[in-house]
């Protein structure tokens, strides 16, 4: 009597299938760059006064919550962060950098600030120009405005004060920032190269069972 052979499952086959319209792929493109624009940006106007305080007021004399600082002892600088009572080590990154083959004393480093060089001016201009997407940080970056204060008081005693709103802000951008890291940690897990192809092109490959011969 013949044994019939044992069925033999067929190798599994990729299919490429539609993911993402056109629409979708454009505008999350634009997300990124608004968003590297709208970080480089902010750290540069942060740089002006690395502070951050709650209240309605908030100066050099005043406690500050966050402070990024660059100290000199001797010939030597170095910088620190300081969040409440607690402060760490940051020479290198925070508080002190390289600029020019120079050490100097600046919050965030020139590689990611925009424009690399100090100038407050040009960074808040890069800034308001890609701060349209963000409702909240849209709400606390205005209410840091005299001007505004002066027309709408009544945003400024909503957020707490101006120095709250400030400090409100940059919680918010680094809050996107942590987004941003967990959200590509997720693209990079579940397949780069896959799914950069889908955001570019709008096309996915998923597996297909072979089935049985």
């Not at 608004?34 to 690395?50: C, D, R």
């Not at 951050?52 to 962060?81: F, Q």
């Not at 201009?125 to 505004?148: C, D, E, K, N």
């Not at 709250?164 to 918010?172: D, E």
Request: glycine residues 8%; aromatic residues 8%; positive net charge.
């Amino acid at each position: 009597m013949e044994i019939a052979p044992e069925p033999m499952e067929l190798p599994a086959k990729q299919k490429l299938v539609q993911r993402h319209s056109a629409a979708v792929r454009l505008t999350h493109w634009i997300n990124v760059v608004s968003l590297t624009f709208l970080l480089a940006s902010g750290l540069q106007i942060f740089n002006a006064h690395p502070r951050s305080y709650l209240g309605k007021y908030g100066a050099d004399n005043d406690a500050a919550v966050l402070e990024i600082a660059g100290t000199r002892t001797g010939d030597t600088l170095r910088g620190t962060l300081r969040i409440g009572r607690l402060s760490a080590p940051t020479t290198g990154f925070l508080g002190a950098s390289k600029e020019d083959g120079a050490v100097v004393a600046r919050a965030f480093p020139a590689w990611l600030t925009l424009p690399s060089y100090h100038d407050l001016g040009a960074g808040r201009r890069w800034h308001f120009t890609f701060a349209w997407l963000l409702l909240i940080m849209i709400a606390t970056g205005l209410a840091m405005s005299p001007a505004v204060n002066a027309a709408l008081p009544l945003l400024l005693d909503l957020l707490g004060g101006r120095a709250t709103a400030r400090t409100l802000h940059f919680v918010t951008a680094f809050s996107i920032v942590a987004f941003v890291v967990v959200h590509v940690a997720m693209v990079i897990a579940s397949g780069l190269w896959n799914n950069l192809r889908s955001m570019m092109t709008g096309r996915y490959a998923i597996q297909i069972d072979g089935g049985v011969n």
